[in-house]
């Protein structure tokens, strides 16, 4: 488990990553995210690619901030349940958002393009609430619509961290960001994963991460909200080539793969 390190890395960051997010400005990189990258195509085909595609041209949205919010809810698992009784690719709470949005078996949360569309419909929602500011839509979604304020000064510490965890998963499906890059064909099922450790607090694993990057900037590092109490930190490869490099890249840092 390498547990020194851990216990490093971990302490040297949560000091002050809850008062901060990784990403310095949410609001603001969120702003420039509506206003200049929303037309860049994903970096990877992702599944459920017609559906997203149909909810984003549907609900009037970037099919890239759909494909984050899947992401960081779910990972893209159809199936995926929550102790909070969330359920589906993007995590639908059942029965109170479900019923709001007008599904009432939970059967049909199951159903990948319904849930998705449900998903796109209840996030276009919170922007409308919050005056198209996607930073609090994002806390809302997450936190409740009736827990944050307009204030963007005042989103309780529970909800910050999650509009900056889609943020970096936004990074992720947009790829090295070229807007003149064609859609790519790669599947996102086709690259590894490896699980380094899991967190019962979120800022905890997005401290640990931000330590190993800070120590490798090289590594292709993620963290996942699994559940409630359950956040783990990924770190993702093309193939066996590229998980070499990443072992030594972790290595180096101070954290070799067993």
Not at 1 to 14: N, Q
Not at 234 to 254: H, I, K, Q
Request: with cysteine; net charge neutral; aromatic share 12%.
């Amino acid at each position: 488990m390498h547990r020194a390190l851990l216990v490093f890395l971990v302490a040297a960051s949560a000091s002050t990553f809850a008062a901060r997010t990784t990403t310095a400005d949410p609001d603001a990189a969120w702003k420039h995210y509506l206003d200049n990258d929303t037309g860049i195509a994903p970096g990877l085909r992702f599944p459920y690619t017609s559906c997203f595609k149909a909810a984003a041209a549907a609900h009037d949205l970037p099919e890239t901030l759909l494909l984050a919010v899947a992401r960081g809810e779910s990972d893209f698992e159809a199936t995926a349940r929550s102790k909070a009784n969330a359920h589906g690719v993007m995590q639908i709470l059942w029965p109170t958002t479900a019923n709001h949005l007008g599904i009432y078996r939970l059967t049909q949360l199951y159903d990948p393009c319904t849930n998705i569309d449900a998903g796109a419909r209840y996030l276009k929602e919170l922007i409308r609430q919050f005056d198209g500011n996607l930073h609090l839509a994002l806390a809302a979604y997450n936190y409740g619509p009736d827990r944050i304020s307009k204030d963007t000064d005042n989103i309780p510490s529970g909800a910050l961290w999650y509009s900056d965890y889609i943020y970096r998963h936004l990074n992720y499906v947009l790829g090295d960001r070229k807007s003149t890059r064609s859609p790519s064909e790669r599947l996102y099922s086709e690259l590894g994963r490896t699980v380094l450790v899991s967190f019962a607090e979120p800022y905890r694993a997005a401290a640990f991460v931000d330590g190993l990057e800070q120590r490798s900037p090289s590594l292709k590092l993620d963290w996942f909200r699994k559940d409630v109490g359950n956040f783990s930190v990924v770190v993702s490869y093309n193939d066996r080539d590229d998980f070499r490099n990443t072992a030594t890249l972790l290595a180096n840092a101070g954290f070799p793969l067993d």
